[in-house]
């Protein structure tokens, strides 16, 4: 099947406070502007009480910007149902070689 894809940035979790971070605040991780990175590198710092558990929170994760969240998501293995993170409702998904992904469909554009 063909995505439709656009790299938009890779996520690594850290326990460290990495400069300005926000609270995403249904998953409880605090998260680094990755708009802003050179290298469009995004840190995350979990909560104790953050929900998420498994492959998001302990593995790196490849985000891609789609038109559509549910034909993009096609075949794929569901990590974490989508949910709103104001400029975007995002989801992330594990590929069948184990790879954790991200998929984001910006609410303009």
């Known amino acids: 099947m063909q995505r439709e894809l656009e790299f938009d940035h890779v996520g690594f979790i850290t326990p460290d406070e990495k ?3 926000r609270l995403i605040a249904p998953t409880r991780v605090w998260v680094t502007e ?3 990175h050179p290298f469009r590198v995004e840190w ?3 909560e104790p009480d953050s929900p998420v558990t498994g492959p998001v929170r302990n593995r790196p994760h490849v985000a891609f910007r789609v038109p559509d969240l549910q034909a993009a998501s096609q075949g794929l293995k569901v990590l974490l149902e989508p949910f709103d993170v104001g400029f975007a409702v995002v989801a992330f998904f594990e590929s069948v070689d ?6 984001m469909q910006y609410k303009n554009g």
């Open 34 to 36: 990755y708009h802003t």
């Open 98 to 103: 184990g790879a954790v992904i991200e998929l």
């Open 19 to 21: 400069g300005e971070e």
């Open 44 to 46: 995350l710092r979990y």
